[in-house]
């Protein structure tokens, strides 16, 4: 009843995955699981049909999608995703793991998501705001500060939010700050919302080592991603006191068993926009890194990037899933087998949804907090949220992970049943 994870090494599709997830929550759901089938049908799906006039005067047609998966306990939330893989088996597994997210870090949401297939980096930026603007206003018949609330993911950004923001205000004839997260500053966005999800693996890590007896005063750290979550991630366990041994990025894997300075490296890739060629630390074969001596490991980059031969070979105590899916079901089993603990993503990587909830409800209430104020209030939803995870694990003698899904599955279910079947 183990094996909660995102992927299979023998891949299957990110759907059929996500099934066979609730599959394995639901004997430990009690009379609860009466009501599971709820999660394993999205209740809303939209395939739109997007044409966009190229520079050149064509005329091309992507396929975007918006699926809100369950609406129980709020509105939906979750990303908006830019890529050429995206379909609609992809969006329904995103849009379920948000419901899950939420609920895990009890939020008040239900889970979404959304995406257009295409090569953004192919386009120009006009070809970008027409393709946003023409899909945000397809899908603005679903969409809404009060129904759901998209954000950045993939490929996306802060300034696909404000295109989004705009179109949605034009097209209701009042400005609608509240309809997406993940906008810029100015324009009612959050303060703190970069580093969210960075600080959010930190919180999360601190309270897990603190119980398992893992020292982070002194600790040896390895990061894999150097980009907005590793780099904040990084960055508060050295001033935590721990030592940054080893991070790898797409450029390179560097390595310094003293520790790597975190401001300096910092100053070097805001330059250099990559980690190669740093003069403080020793370039390393890039499957060395796995291999370094950690404590704590925090995949912050991709999924599927502890395989079973990997964790075979870490030698940390903590692993800290900053990316969303980087273990592989085999991996978990083998981690498990060996005593490393595993953070999991739905509760490690929920700082970013937790700031983007601050970022809606500073522009519900039209008034906007500091920075000082959003951060301990994020301390206290993710330390809350960890304790609880934490205490539910020991409770049913289970990992982190379906101890997430248990607690999470466990506030979706009760949200359906009192709600009961509408009509009846
Ligand atoms: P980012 O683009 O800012 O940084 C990604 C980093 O990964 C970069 O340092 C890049 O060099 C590195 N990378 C890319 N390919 C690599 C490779 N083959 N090997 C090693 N490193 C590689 O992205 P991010 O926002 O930091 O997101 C990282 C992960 O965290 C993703 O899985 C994302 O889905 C997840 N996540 C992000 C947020 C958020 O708020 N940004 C929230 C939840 C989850």
């Not at 899950?100 to 995406?115: D, E, F, Q, R, S």
Request: net charge negative; charged share 25%; glycine share 10%.
């Amino acid at each position: 009843m183990e094996k909660l994870s995102y992927a299979s090494e023998n891949s299957t599709s990110a759907w059929s995955t996500y099934l066979q997830q609730i599959d394995r929550v639901a004997p430990y759901l009690g009379e609860l699981a009466r009501w599971i089938d709820t999660l394993r049908h999205p209740k809303r799906a939209l395939i739109v049909d997007i044409p966009l006039q190229m520079d050149d005067g064509s005329i091309r047609h992507f396929e975007g999608y918006r699926v809100q998966h369950n609406l129980s306990r709020g509105p939906g939330k979750g990303g908006v995703r830019y890529h050429p893989n995206v379909d609609l088996n992809e969006v329904m597994a995103l849009s379920a793991w948000m419901t899950i997210k939420c609920a895990a870090v009890n939020l008040p949401y239900g889970g979404a998501k959304g995406g257009i297939r295409c090569d953004p980096f192919a386009l120009s930026e006009g070809e970008l705001e027409r393709l946003t603007r023409r899909y945000t206003s397809e899908i603005g018949i679903i969409i809404g500060p009060q129904k759901d609330i998209p954000a950045p993911d993939v490929g996306t950004n802060s300034k696909v939010m404000a295109w989004m923001m705009d179109t949605y205000s034009m097209n209701n004839g009042t400005t609608v700050t509240g309809v997406v997260t993940g906008k810029p500053v100015h324009l009612g966005g959050s303060l703190g919302r970069e580093k969210a999800t960075g600080r959010g693996v930190f919180i999360t890590g601190r309270e897990v080592a603190r119980r398992a007896g893992i020292p982070v005063e002194g600790a040896r750290v390895a990061v894999q991603g150097f980009g907005n979550v590793g780099s904040e991630a990084a960055r508060l366990f050295a001033e935590a006191g721990a030592s940054v041994v080893a991070i790898q990025d797409h450029s390179a894997t560097i390595a310094n068993a003293d520790g790597i300075d975190m401001a300096a490296l910092s100053r070097w890739q805001l330059e250099h926009k990559q980690i190669l060629g740093f003069p403080g630390a020793q370039k390393i074969d890039e499957e060395a890194f796995w291999r370094t001596e950690m404590d704590i490991l925090i995949p912050a980059a991709l999924e599927g990037q502890i395989t079973r031969a990997r964790a075979e070979k870490l030698s940390c105590k903590l692993v800290l899933e900053g990316a969303n899916g980087p273990t592989y079901p085999e991996a978990d089993d083998m981690l498990a087998e060996r005593g490393i603990i595993v953070v999991p993503d739905v509760i490690c990587n929920a700082g970013g949804v937790t700031v983007s909830y601050f970022e809606w409800v500073q522009d519900m209430a039209s008034f906007f907090w500091s920075e000082e104020e959003i951060n301990a209030r994020m301390d206290k939803i993710m330390t809350d949220a960890m304790v609880h995870v934490w205490n539910k694990a020991n409770e049913k003698s289970c990992s982190l992970r379906t101890a997430a899904y248990i607690v999470a599955c466990e506030r979706i279910l009760m949200a359906r049943k009192e709600r009961g079947i509408y009509p009846g």
